[in-house]
């Protein structure tokens, strides 16, 4: 069930921020699918007007349709874009790769955040002054300059805080910075070879890798300055997912269409095998660290809200302190609830795949070191509506 404002409009709304994660990738998806589209920041007065209210909280990216109606949640806004045929189709109709894009989406906007937010607040040094500036976006443009840089500072003080909450400390600053290293030279040479993730087509794979790639890690002055002395194959595909064009100059012999599942580029399973080593433990734990949280709160019945903690109702709320351990290194992160709804979204997929369609990704997760995902489930389903998660 969506808000609606009210408003029509003759283009998509996108209220985001550049500076914004989970902007990037709803902006790489919607300009790929080759949608009309005005983007708006919050610092509107609609926004605070229309938008907001009927949401509940803060939060960006959010699509506005012609006819009014919200979306926020990035998962369901594309598989509502994808039921409906609006645009270019950005998911394979192949059954197994389209598991595969979801999967590849999944883990894009998951895995990423820790470098993200290190890369961003632990080296203030380098490029404060343009976040400060990002951030006064949320703010009125009617308002004096001053005023504004005083009303964003709160924002920009509140993001900062998550950084430890999202597991990012002087203990785990070694992995995440290695493991970075480690996707960046994986990655660039797919980009060197392949346009996309998944071939010579963009996807939703792409558009989930988006979300820290671009606004944290292509944007900010640090780490752009690393990604493009490192991996300049992948920070030109940063920027080609933010135009509407397919195929580019470099590229001359690849056809706009997806790889064959049966013959997936060693390039692709690299980092397939990357993202299980790096991954695995972290939502594993999370998951587990989910289903004993529900074992204890057995108050919380089918309808209640997943607010733990006593927060305010949120884009993402948290549930408790995920232990693990990367590339050797301890890591204490909060669990957030989207995480395992996400995660659901992506087993589910999997789970009503039939015959050898099904046989054929299982046995890819098992080939990559994913094969526990055939197994490991929230005992307790998620169920997301009016812009809350709920017990299911």
């Not at 069930?1 to 550049?18: C, Q, S």
């Not at 609006?86 to 989406?105: C, D, F, H, Q, Y």
């Not at 430890?164 to 980009?191: C, M, N, R």
């Not at 940063?238 to 509407?244: A, D, F, G, I, L």
């Amino acid at each position: 069930m969506f808000h609606n404002t009210g408003k029509k409009h003759d283009r998509i709304v996108l209220w985001a921020m550049p500076i914004s994660a989970w902007s990037g990738k709803m902006r790489s998806y919607l300009t790929k699918k080759g949608v009309k589209l005005e983007e708006r920041f919050p610092g509107d007065p609609r926004y605070h007007a229309d938008i907001k209210p009927g949401i509940g909280y803060f939060v960006v990216p959010v699509v506005e349709m012609p006819d009014g109606t919200v979306m926020q949640d990035s998962t369901e806004t594309m598989q509502y874009f994808e039921k409906n045929k609006i645009g270019t189709s950005m998911v394979p109709e192949e059954k197994r790769m389209a598991a595969l894009a979801w999967l590849l989406n999944f883990f894009g906007s998951d895995l990423f955040l820790k470098p993200g937010m290190h890369y961003r607040w632990n080296f203030l040094s380098t490029h404060e002054e343009s976040l400060r500036k990002g951030f006064i976006q949320n703010t009125s443009k009617d308002l004096p300059l001053e005023e504004r840089y005083r009303l964003g500072a709160a924002f920009f003080d509140q993001a900062r805080d998550y950084t430890v909450q999202f597991g990012v400390t002087k203990d785990s600053i070694p992995a995440i910075e290695e493991s970075l290293a480690e996707a960046f030279k994986i990655l660039d040479e797919h980009f060197r070879q392949y346009p996309y993730l998944l071939g010579g087509r963009p996807s939703v794979a792409d558009c989930g890798l988006m979300t820290m790639f671009y606004a944290h890690l292509s944007r900010d002055l640090h780490p752009s300055i690393i990604m493009q002395k490192t991996a300049m194959n992948v920070f030109n595909w940063t920027e080609r997912m933010n135009r509407s064009q397919a195929i580019y100059g470099d590229y001359p012999g690849v056809e706009e269409e997806y790889f064959d599942f049966a013959e997936l580029p060693e390039t692709l399973l690299n980092f397939i095998r990357y993202i299980f080593r790096d991954c695995s433990a972290e939502l594993k734990t999370t998951v587990e660290t989910y289903n004993k949280y529900i074992d204890e709160n057995p108050s919380l019945m089918k309808g209640d809200e997943l607010e733990a903690f006593g927060t305010p109702r949120c884009a993402h709320p948290m549930f408790g302190k995920v232990h693990y351990e990367l590339r050797g290194r301890p890591v204490v992160k909060l669990g957030m609830v989207d995480t395992i709804y996400q995660y659901q979204c992506v087993t589910r997929l999997h789970d009503n795949l039939k015959g050898k369609d099904r046989n054929d990704v299982y046995q890819l997760l098992e080939d990559t070191g994913g094969g526990w995902m055939m197994e490991t489930r929230a005992n307790t389903p998620i169920k997301y509506e009016n812009y809350t998660y709920t017990i299911a």
